[in-house]
């Protein structure tokens, strides 16, 4: 009982300040995070939550993760956090909403905008590894909207895939469907 | 509903991994993985399989097919029916299909419209402006007439690279991915077909079936519960011209059966609209009032679904009551009460059955409301319409404005049909003893296809703000 109360009060402090938790990802880089962002990262708020821990500053070594990713990682999830926010304020307010989503839409496009097709797949393997699952969502549809109508040679050189079929196994399938295979972007 | 994902995605993998264990992608792909330290992932290719799957079943119709030639690994997940649900869940491909359907000549191909480029196109900026959209996709309608034993009967070999028939096929609707084609003069339904896979049965024609007075009402549904796929038809027999007859013919067994009275006289089918198991009419009796009937496939029976309250009294054009665009919008029941002079009024029915949750959720300001057929409500709240069976329509309910696109062809007339496009192969789909699946895709398809004219979509001029009436098209652009 007594524990409690020595408890709900560190948090209580911990409340007021912005508690924040010490990154440092393979490549040497450290980062101070907000706990709110950090607790995005589920592989963390698992650790925290099965210790049964009081939250407090220590530092958490990321073996799998560059400071790059990490970086970027850190900005999605801090302004996610931010329009999840927003939205709850818009909320019944349909222009309010819908103001708040054009937003973040806008904010995603440019996100994406700057990333390369390599960069991409490194947030992936970063964010699958930290178990982030909003952000893991935004970058599959990410990954889905740089190969949707693109050629299936693009696709290929995107995943590192090499071609196991015969070319008349190739053709059959052009055939089948010829008209998929039409209209394709230009790579 | 990220339940259910989750639930197929996880159901799809361990399935996969007991039949014929094929992700993580390494594994597959051939390529040499880079270091494994434990539990890490270092390249794309040690990504769980779920991913990938996750990322192809976001990818539009188009290019899930076209992925099946990357490598054969993703051939075989693209195929498994468990995808194609997981895809068609998630992406909701609605398709539209246009097909040339003037007086007396209907066309065989269907022109797909890739609506969502449309949409993220933007409009011409000033009235001058001309905006041409090329309809490259088309499929021929699976028909006994394509079917490589009997072209080579045909005498006529004109009619067989051409895509307008002498006897034409009318479409009665679309189920689950399915079209019920139904043979022009008498509308008697006549083949069960998948337009994207070609595939098509023909339904029997038992005894005594062109023994009927007058055109027939036919309709095609499923039942979820049985899990199978109905033809119904209401007609008048030779026998009895008094008293309108249904009949229900199963698609797999081997015959038509009768149920008995029709208890509605439906002259002729008005808006055949299936939803949940359910075909739904709209009466067209105009001297008569106006009412929705509807045939349950489940239990095989009929009904009269309720209008809303004050449907069409205000009705100053009185015989456009019956034109009453029955559809469907956002899962529910819709129709248009187009009895107005300046605007017409689209109702929504949120609960099926329950006549008080009928909802008027847009009232536009058109002087040819009853011209207006919605067909869909887009992602992006606009409204897809065909107007006058020559134009498409978005409308963008907030901005209160139209984009109308010009549907270009050797006529000018179509019909307009939200279709889901399915994969599955009619043996999979439909069970049944009596099945005999025929398949019109072979190489000269595409042949046959050259001979089919393409479509365009012309959007002259920006978007018209409601207060406009739109612009009558002349004929100083006729192509």
Partial sequence: MADDGVNTKVEAVSKATTETIELRTEDGGVFDVDKPVAMEFLILKSFYEDEGRVFDKTSIRLPNVKQLELSKVIEYCTRALEFGAKSAAAAGDKDAERMVRQEREGFEAEFVDELSNEMLKELILAVNFLDIKEMLDFLIRSVANRIRNRSVAYVRQFFDIENDFTPQEEDQIHQENAWAFEGVDAD | ?479
């Fill in chain 2, 1 to 479: 509903m990220t339940f259910f994902f989750q639930y197929l995605t996880i159901n799809l993998l361990s399935r996969k991994r007991r039949r014929r264990s094929i992700p993580p992608i390494s594994q597959v792909t051939k390529k040499s993985s880079s270091s494994a330290a434990a539990g890490a992932c270092t390249t794309i290719l040690d990504l769980p399989g779920h991913i990938l799957i996750d990322i192809l079943s976001r990818l539009p119709l188009g290019s899930v097919l076209s992925s099946r030639c990357v490598c054969t690994a993703w051939s075989t997940l693209v195929s498994d029916p468990l995808f194609t649900s997981l895809h068609i869940a998630r992406v909701q491909p609605l398709e539209l299909l246009l097909r040339a359907n003037g007086l007396g000549c209907v066309s065989t191909a269907l022109h797909l419209v890739d609506v969502d480029c449309i949409v993220k196109t933007a409009p011409p900026l000033d009235l001058n402006e001309r905006q041409e959209t090329r309809l490259n996709t088309k499929m021929l309608l699976p028909i006994p007439e394509y079917s490589i034993e009997s072209r080579g009967v045909d005498q006529n070999d004109s009619s067989s690279s051409n895509s307008f028939l002498d006897r034409d096929y009318g479409i009665v609707n679309s189920c689950n991915g399915l079209l019920c084609l139904s043979k022009s003069i008498y509308n008697n339904p006549h083949i069960i077909c998948n337009p994207f896979t070609g595939e098509y049965v023909s339904i029997p024609n038992s005894q005594g079936d062109d023994r009927f007075w007058g055109p027939v009402v036919p309709g095609f549904g499923y039942c979820p519960r049985s899990n199978k796929y109905k033809v119904v038809r209401l007609g008048f027999r030779l026998e009895n011209m008094f008293q309108s007859m249904a009949e229900v013919y199963t698609v797999g067994t081997a015959s038509w059966r009768s149920i008995g009275y029709a208890p509605f006289d439906l002259g002729v089918s008005l808006f055949a609209t299936y939803l949940n198991g359910v075909i739904h009419w709209v009466s067209d009796d105009e001297k008569g009032p106006v009412f929705i009937v509807a045939f349950d496939f489940e239990v095989e029976q009929f009904s009269v679904v309720p209008l809303p309250p004050h449907f069409g009294e205000t009705h100053k054009v009185r015989e456009n009551l019956h034109h009453m665009n029955m559809g469907v919008l956002g899962g529910c029941l819709s129709a248009c009460d187009v009895t107005f002079v300046d605007h017409f009024d689209i109702w929504v029915m949120k609960e099926y059955g329950d006549p008080t949750s009928w909802t008027k959720e847009y009232v536009i300001q058109t002087h040819s409301g009853h011209l207006h057929r919605p067909l869909k409500v887009l992602e992006n709240e606009d409204i897809l319409m065909i107007w006058d069976k020559r134009e498409l329509v978005l409308y963008n309910p907030v901005e209160r404005c139209f984009r109308y696109l010009r549907i270009h062809g050797v006529l000018s007339v179509f019909e307009a049909l939200i279709h889901v496009p399915s994969f599955l192969p009619l043996m999979d789909a439909v069970v049944g003893d009596n099945l005999n699946v025929e398949n019109i895709k072979t190489s000269s398809e595409n042949e046959l296809l050259e001979g089919a004219e393409t479509l365009f979509l012309v959007e002259q001029g920006k978007p018209r703000a409601e207060s406009q009436s739109p612009l009558l098209w002349g004929t100083n652009d006729e192509r």
